[in-house]
Nanobody, 120 residues
Framework: VQLQASGGGLVQAGGSLRLSCAASGSIGSIHRMDWYRQAPGKQRELVAAITSGGSTNYADSMKGRFTISRDNAKNTVYLQMNSLKPEDTAVYYC???????????????WGQGTQVTVSS
């Protein structure tokens, strides 16, 4: 299973970005899709999560600004980020909880990360 994240970039404060993370490979089912982020010198933190049923969960500082969604047919998760702040600057990682077609799992798989930089 491979995850490919995209959509990061440089944006001014108050701007928006949309991240995508597509999974490929021997995917049987995806139980949960998450976005994490890690800023320089800080621990990786959960940004948002979405279950296979569509239930979502957000870190407090992202509520009302970020929206997570998924396209099950494409094995893809999205993160719409609005009203971005300089403190949102980080590398954003996607994670999927997957059961493979051979029945292995559930276990997590991580994308390579995409840089988001918000200038003031």
């Amino acid at each position: 299973v491979q995850l490919q994240a995209s959509g990061g970039g440089l944006v001014q404060a108050g701007g928006s970005l949309r991240l995508s993370c597509a999974a490929s490979g021997s995917i049987g089912s995806i139980h949960r899709m998450d976005w994490y982020r890690q800023a320089p010198g800080k621990q990786r933190e959960l940004v948002a999560a979405i279950t296979s049923g569509g239930s979502t969960n957000y870190a407090d500082s992202m509520k009302g600004r970020f929206t997570i969604s998924r396209d099950n047919a494409k094995n893809t998760v999205y993160l719409q980020m609005n009203s971005l702040k300089p403190e949102d600057t980080a590398v954003y990682y996607c994670r999927h909880i997957v059961v493979t077609t051979t029945g292995s799992g559930p276990r997590d798989y991580w994308g390579q990360g995409t840089q988001v930089t918000v200038s003031s």
